[in-house]
């Protein structure tokens, strides 16, 4: 079974959309991981079901050749529980979620926080705003989520193979 993360922000249509595609990315940098091993989605707390990428979104990781034309919106809930991974982009997201379920508070952080950047562990939403803040935003993105994937490798790495496809990082 694949280790599985899930991104959230608000909408599912900026942040955690592009935090998934470039940490799907990401990931295949790292030898020690297996094909298959590692399961990522994005949700949104307030998410409309189906709604596609926002089109600055789109535009940004289409500038680094990523692409999010697939993408639909998904409403955070219930059936994101069993994920072994939580990575929210904002404080605030972190907090409704554990408010909600806090039986999962061992798994989410925010992604700066599990990347372990230092300041702010908030990622600012570019929604409806020009496409140099989308760009910006991405960046931002792939600085944490560069990190967060050397982390998630080296941790699912440091397991035995038995072990692999259990929840531990």
Do not use: W
């Not at 990575?87 to 605030?92: F, I, V």
């Not at 408010?99 to 952080?109: G, H, I, Q, R, S």
Request: net charge negative.
């Amino acid at each position: 079974m694949p280790f599985r993360v899930v991104f959230v922000c608000s909408g599912n249509t900026c942040r955690s959309p592009m935090a998934a595609a470039l940490f799907q990315e990401r990931i295949k940098e790292h030898a020690s991981l297996r094909e298959g091993e590692v399961e990522v989605t994005s949700a949104g707390l307030d998410a409309l079901e189906g709604e596609p990428a926002a089109d600055g979104a789109v535009r940004a990781l289409r500038s680094v050749n990523v692409s999010l034309a697939d993408h639909t919106a998904t409403r955070f809930g219930e059936k994101h529980m069993d994920f072994d991974l939580i990575l929210t982009m904002t404080e605030a997201h972190k907090a409704r979620i554990l408010m909600a379920y806090p039986e999962v508070a061992a798994k989410v952080y925010t992604l700066k926080e599990y990347a372990g950047l230092d300041g702010s562990r908030d990622i600012a939403d570019p929604f409806l705003q020009g496409d140099e803040v989308y760009l910006a935003t991405m960046r931002e993105i792939d600085q944490a989520v560069t990190k967060a994937a050397a982390r998630l490798a080296t941790a699912l790495a440091g397991r035995d193979d038995s072990k692999r496809g259990e929840p531990s990082p």
